[in-house]
Nanobody, 114 residues
Framework: QVQLVESGGGLVQTGGSLRLSCAGS????????MAWYRQAPGKQRDLVAS???????KYADSVKDRFIISRDSFKNMIFLQMNNLKPEDTAVYYC????????WGQGTQVTVSS
């Protein structure tokens, strides 16, 4: 049973923007800090940003001041607004709880061309 679905990825040029969305069941979103992760080819899956139930965000240093995470608790969704994208942001982006205790979705591919 698919529980987390990511969307919004694509191909953009350096300096461009994308907005990612993650939808899931209420049972996941109602009591968890949610997070975005990314995995580049040949690399481990890293935490990009997280947002608490009270919408308090945290960011990896590599995306601070460029990415904005938010959540809509009524729609059971989180978002990642990505600005000033760089080639090193190229990766598959996933959402999950901050404990990574849900089944991973398919992710959404983000490719930034130089």
């Amino acid at each position: 049973q698919v529980q987390l679905v990511e969307s919004g990825g694509g191909l953009v040029q350096t300096g461009g923007s994308l907005r990612l969305s993650c939808a899931g069941s209420e049972s996941i979103f109602r009591s968890n800090t949610m997070a975005w992760y990314r995995q580049a080819p040949g690399k481990q899956r890293d935490l990009v940003a997280s947002v608490t139930l009270h919408n308090i965000p945290k960011y990896a240093d590599s995306v601070k001041d460029r990415f904005i995470i938010s959540r809509d608790s009524f729609k059971n969704m989180i978002f990642l607004q990505m600005n000033n994208l760089k080639p090193e942001d190229t990766a598959v982006y996933y959402c999950n709880t901050v404990r990574k205790d849900q089944i991973w979705g398919q992710g959404t591919q983000v490719t930034v061309s130089s």
